[in-house]
């Protein structure tokens, strides 16, 4: 997972692996109808300590989700973002949570809605003002997403007065990276 953006410095990107079978079980319930999940994440940016939302500095980012599929010339499927958070606080997916969300999913008490995709050879990109859980599904998947799934990466491309880690003088600035880490698919 790729982040792209207004990020605070030294902010980090967790991502944790929701099971196909928990997720199959929320996405069922947002589209009341039957779905194959392709990949589920709980997606995070993780800055001193705490999840920092963009929406709540008025930004959105982009995201890129690579290695879901590379033999496959284009991806089609639809990216369902659920507004509830499914890990444990120290990085895990706290199951119980996950498992009860389908209820609170089908029950309107947690909103999902559909998110817009590009879609590229084994990888998607979407914007995003707020992270949770994000889940890629169609009616038949013929997805491979073995292999790795690279974690935490995000480029900040601008910076500016008007945001609280700007530099103060309007100007933007060159692009900083960082990397976080790697989980296996």
């Not at 410095?9 to 991502?15: E, H, K, Y």
């Not at 998110?115 to 169609?138: K, P, Q, R, T």
């Not at 500016?160 to 900083?176: E, F, I, Q, V």
Request: glycine share 10%.
């Amino acid at each position: 997972v790729e982040i792209s953006g207004m990020l605070p410095p030294g902010a980090c990107v967790q991502a944790v692996e929701v099971p196909v079978e928990i997720a199959e079980e929320i996405v069922d319930a947002a589209y009341e109808e039957n779905r194959r999940v392709v990949f589920a994440l709980d997606i995070s940016i993780i800055h001193n300590g705490e999840k920092y939302q963009p929406q709540a500095f008025g930004d959105s980012v982009q995201v890129r989700v690579k290695n879901i599929a590379p033999s496959l010339p284009g991806i089609e499927g639809e990216l369902l973002h659920v507004d509830a958070d499914v890990t444990d606080g120290e990085g895990g997916l706290d199951e119980a949570a996950a498992g009860a969300l389908a209820e609170a999913v089908a029950s309107d008490e947690v909103s999902a809605e559909k998110v817009e995709i590009a879609a590229e050879a084994g990888e998607i990109a979407f914007e995003a003002d707020s992270f949770s859980l994000y889940a890629l599904s169609e009616g038949e998947c013929p997805f491979d997403v073995s292999g790795d799934v690279s974690l935490c990466a995000y480029d900040e491309d601008k910076q500016g007065a008007d945001h609280p880690w700007g530099h103060g003088d309007g100007k933007k600035r060159g692009r900083r990276r960082r990397d976080c880490g790697q989980t296996s698919g």
